[in-house]
T-cell receptor, first 115, second 115 residues
């Protein structure tokens, strides 16, 4: 079965530290890739997405992600985190070029930013 | 205000009872989805629907049922056959898969506790 792996269950950083959250998927065909964020008590919302073109995509709140096809990876990055980035982050993959619409989610990474 | 509403926010039921979770969207989306979120498990797809009166099972459909009588509404029934129903349930909607810009929009969720 296809799967999405997020390597870190819980990441703890101090403010201004750089962030990189890993995401790998196990499908060799065309994929669409997403990062969602769930702030405490809030809806799951989209941070950024990749469909095609430039493999470096920029999202909201200073986040970016790079699609590396050869590594089946879509890692999320932010140069300098803030306390308000404390949340749970989910990587998701849409297989078969999006023809089915289903998203396969990773198990999530909790980010705690210390002020 | 466009969006997805789920009600109630918290729901408590006794074991052996069926319970129906509501999901309504006013985004004019054709596709709707139900996910289950458990701590450390990410989101897992229960059912999805791309058109009125049609729906497909996701990865963990056993013990659940859905209906799609109206485009705006996609209620989920958690039946007494679901062995471990206590969880956080998320509803989502999207334009049809394959169209752009594709992303799933999520509701605030319903936390179901069965004792």
């Amino acid at each position: 079965a296809q799967s999405v792996s997020q390597h870190n269950h819980h990441v703890i950083l101090s403010e201004a530290a750089s962030l990189e959250l890993g995401c790998n998927y196990s499908y060799g065909g065309t994929v669409n890739l997403f990062w969602y964020v769930q702030y405490p008590g809030q809806h799951l919302q989209l941070l950024l997405k990749y469909f095609s073109g430039d493999p470096l995509v920029k999202g909201i709140k200073g986040f970016e992600a790079e699609f590396i096809k050869s590594k089946f990876s879509f890692n999320l990055r932010k140069p300098s985190v803030q306390w308000s980035d404390t949340a749970e982050y989910f990587c998701a993959v849409n297989l078969y070029g999006g023809s089915q619409g289903n998203l396969i989610f990773g198990k999530g990474t909790k980010l705690s930013v210390k002020p | 205000d466009g969006g997805i509403t789920q009600s109630p926010k918290y729901l408590f039921r006794k074991e052996g009872q069926n319970v129906t979770l509501s999901c309504e969207q006013n985004l004019n989306h054709d596709a709707m989805y139900w996910y289950r979120q458990d701590p450390g498990q990410g989101l897992r797809l229960i059912y999805y629907s791309q058109i009125v009166n049609d729906f497909q099972k996701g990865d963990i459909a056993e013990g659940y049922s859905v209906s799609r009588e109206k485009k705006e509404s996609f209620p989920l029934t958690v039946t007494s056959a679901q062995k471990n129903p206590t969880a956080f349930y998320l509803c989502a909607s999207s334009i049809l898969p394959g169209q752009r810009p594709y992303e799933q929009y999520f509701g605030p969720g319903t936390r179901l506790t069965v004792t």
